[in-house]
């Protein structure tokens, strides 16, 4: 038998390449059954996003016409606003806050990298043993960094506690008069070494709970 006579009945031996109709299915449910095809399916949220997303596309691609436009195109509208204010409900809104900011930055000649609740409390812990000169900077520090994290007045390296309290009056102008005896009371036990009192302590927290209750009057001129 010649080489090519062996080939024919090799292929006339072997099983038909084309299947019929059960084998065709078998073969597929075989081959989708294989887990990377699985894994490239769309997940619970893709879908649901997508039809949002298509669903949006279709109220603005559609032509409005006749009496029921203009209120067809206001429903599109909140519904849009709907979603984007139900994003943020489940991602939250982004963190760019003036907290991250001012997170690590001196404060009056020291580093400080607490929030104005955490140095109040600070202050309230040494205010409670009678250690009037920590409680009064500290709580003087609290006042400048909670105007800061409100965006009200900075305070860049450097800055003078005299210097904070009269860019703070022009946002307060009614409070001027305490923010620059508080400032004073500062000076008075951070640097001259003064014994601080309980009256200049109370005076200090006074003006700061002033002022974190007020409104401040113009924000671009305090932050000068």
């Given at each position: 038998?010649?080489?090519?006579?062996?080939?024919?009945?090799?292929?006339?031996?072997?099983?038909?390449?084309t299947?019929?109709?059960d084998?065709?299915?078998?073969?597929?449910?075989?081959?989708?059954?294989?887990?990377?095809?699985?894994?490239?399916?769309?997940?619970?949220?893709?879908?649901?996003?997508?039809?949002?997303?298509?669903?949006?596309?279709?109220?603005?691609?559609?032509?409005?016409?006749?009496?029921?436009a203009?209120?067809?195109?206001?429903?599109?509208?909140?519904?849009?606003?709907?979603?984007i204010?139900?994003?943020?409900?489940?991602?939250?809104?982004?963190r760019?806050?003036?907290?991250?900011?001012?997170?690590v930055?001196?404060?009056f000649?020291?580093a400080?990298?607490?929030?104005?609740?955490?140095l109040?409390?600070?202050?309230?812990?040494?205010?409670?043993?009678?250690?009037w000169?920590?409680?009064?900077?500290?709580?003087?520090?609290?006042?400048?960094?909670?105007?800061?994290?409100?965006?009200?007045?900075?305070?860049?390296?450097?800055?003078t506690?005299?210097g904070?309290?009269?860019?703070?009056?022009?946002?307060?102008?009614?409070?001027?008069?305490?923010?620059?005896?508080?400032?004073?009371?500062?000076d008075?036990?951070?640097y001259?070494?003064?014994?601080?009192?309980?009256?200049l302590?109370?005076?200090?927290?006074?003006?700061?709970?002033?002022?974190?209750?007020?409104?401040?009057?113009?924000?671009?001129?305090?932050?000068?």
């Amino acid at each position: 038998m010649g080489l090519t006579a062996v080939v024919q009945a090799a292929l006339a031996a072997a099983p038909p390449l084309t299947p019929d109709g059960d084998e065709a299915r078998e073969w597929a449910e075989r081959e989708l059954s294989k887990p990377v095809y699985a894994e490239a399916e769309p997940t619970l949220f893709d879908r649901i996003a997508r039809t949002i997303g298509d669903f949006i596309a279709s109220l603005f691609d559609t032509e409005l016409e006749g009496p029921w436009a203009p209120t067809l195109a206001v429903i599109a509208a909140v519904v849009v606003v709907v979603l984007i204010v139900a994003a943020f409900l489940v991602w939250g809104m982004p963190r760019a806050t003036r907290r991250s900011r001012v997170a690590v930055a001196e404060l009056f000649g020291e580093a400080e990298s607490r929030a104005a609740s955490e140095l109040r409390a600070a202050a309230a812990k040494h205010a409670s043993l009678q250690e009037w000169d920590a409680a009064i900077v500290l709580r003087f520090r609290a006042l400048a960094r909670g105007l800061a994290e409100r965006g009200v007045v900075e305070t860049p390296p450097g800055a003078t506690v005299h210097g904070f309290a009269r860019r703070a009056a022009r946002a307060f102008p009614a409070h001027a008069d305490a923010l620059e005896h508080a400032a004073g009371a500062f000076d008075d036990v951070r640097y001259l070494r003064r014994p601080g009192t309980a009256e200049l302590y109370r005076r200090v927290a006074d003006v700061d709970d002033a002022v974190a209750a007020a409104r401040p009057l113009v924000l671009a001129e305090a932050a000068r």
